[in-house]
């Protein structure tokens, strides 16, 4: 506040003026009231300039206080006396009966703005103020959130003990990663960031540790061939993946890889599984017996896609050594990440960048944690697991994170999209050939990460409008081209 030259108040009044727009635009068409349910923090103050503002444009308003009046300060109490003043009214529930009161009300209301709590709640709410956010969840009327819904962790985006359940959420300057990612994201509906005067220079001095992932960004990174470029040039994916009866892991991977770009494709394997890589596919085929054939096989890759299907055994773990210590790009998935779990210093022989794309138990498994644990804080598990291995990191689920621990900010990316169409068999095995191709072809690898697991995402999705959730990994390849090429040629 200080920096910007601005007393507080006058920042809650353009907040609070930029939520009232959202909701004067939500009220088309809707009959009924809105009613403002203010808590006694900051967020409470926004609420009280939301009812002031509607009220001035003529809309009927209804204010409930969730914490007694003489309680609120600075602020927040500046902005309730205000709208006192301009004529207003405030309804308190802040016991049984005063919730009881709020359900009536919110029975008939066209719109309920959450503005009971911040970004500031750590701790779970409960008492009369879960009581008030069950009333408001079973309120037939559209919720907008102020900031981010009441409940819900401003960081982790975890429900601390019961959490409003918003239709749009209206926040400040930048959505919060809790906003973004999962899975908040699914409790915050759709977001909607709003300008309340930081100039963009004090944003950057706070040097933001986490980024959405644009479409736009995807197009500024995919690589750019010329009319000359040869096969070459365009990089050579060796996979090394498959044992007897899981080949099919494999295949996904290198059909993923030639579908996103890359120039050659030979697909590694144990020799008892030769029989199963005949394939009409242009992928080339070798079978390896130990890290020394495979450190050969290396030489004239360009990236590397270890683990779908590896053999669980000792000689699996031998291969992804030997592939982390080729000098070359390399992505381990699947298998690999086992044995990277079960030899913790796995990774730390790499001479170049190494991505790994755990899904939760995966990860928790790398951190000695369990999958809730992961679950609970996925930003938290995503920075962990690259930091402590100085690896790129790609958590799966829903809303993919990836961070650079080569990054000294450990930058978060979150990717928005994809969906449950693509929780189903060999759909990991599809991004890791996808990382693997990018970095074949120059691509840094935290860009090469991010930028496939959007594409990968917006294929699923593409997908998932046709198939809904019978769609299958060996459908995604070629929408994952499909959706490349029709970012960086649009139609016109």
Known sequence: MTELGLPGAVLMETAGRGVAAVVVDELAGRRGPVVVVCGGGGNGGDGYVVARALAGAGVEVAVVAVVAGDALTGDARLHRDAYLAAGGAVHEATDG?????????????AIVVDAIFGVGLTRPVAGHLADVIAAINAAPGRRIAIDLPSGLHADTGATLGCAVAADRTVTMALPKLGLVGAPGCATAGRVTAVDIGIAPRLIAAVAPRAAIVEATDVVAALPRHGALVHKHRR?????????????????????????????LVTLAGPAEASG?????????????????????????????AIGPGLPEDDAGA??????????????VDATGLAHAAAHPHLLDGATAPVVIT??????????????????????AAVRALAQRRRVVAVLKGARTLVCDGRDPRAMIYVVPTGGPALATAGTGDVLAGAIAALLAQGLDAATAAWAAAYLHGAAGDALAARYGLGVIASDLPVALAEVAAALVTPAA
């Not at 009881?100 to 209301?109: K, P």
């Not at 498959?242 to 993923?256: N, T, V, W």
């Not at 390896?288 to 590397?304: C, F, P, Q, S, Y």
């Not at 899904?359 to 804080?377: F, K, M, N, S």
């Open 97 to 109: 009966a005063g919730v009881s009161a709020l359900r009536a009300l919110l029975t008939r209301a």
């Open 235 to 263: 990089g050579h994916v060796l996979v090394v993946a498959g044992s007897p009866g899981k080949r099919g892991a494999g295949r996904l991977a290198a059909i993923a890889a030639l579908r996103a770009g890359a120039g």
């Open 276 to 304: 199963e890589l005949a394939a009409p596919d242009p992928i080339m085929t070798a079978a390896v017996t130990d890290g020394g054939e495979l450190a050969a096989l290396v030489r004239d890759k360009a990236a590397i």
């Open 318 to 331: 031998r291969w992804v050594a030997a592939a982390i210590a080729a000098g070359r790009p390399c992505v």
């Open 358 to 379: 755990p899904h939760p138990g995966e990860a928790a498994r790398l951190l000695g944690l369990t999958t809730a644990a992961v679950e609970a804080d996925r930003p």
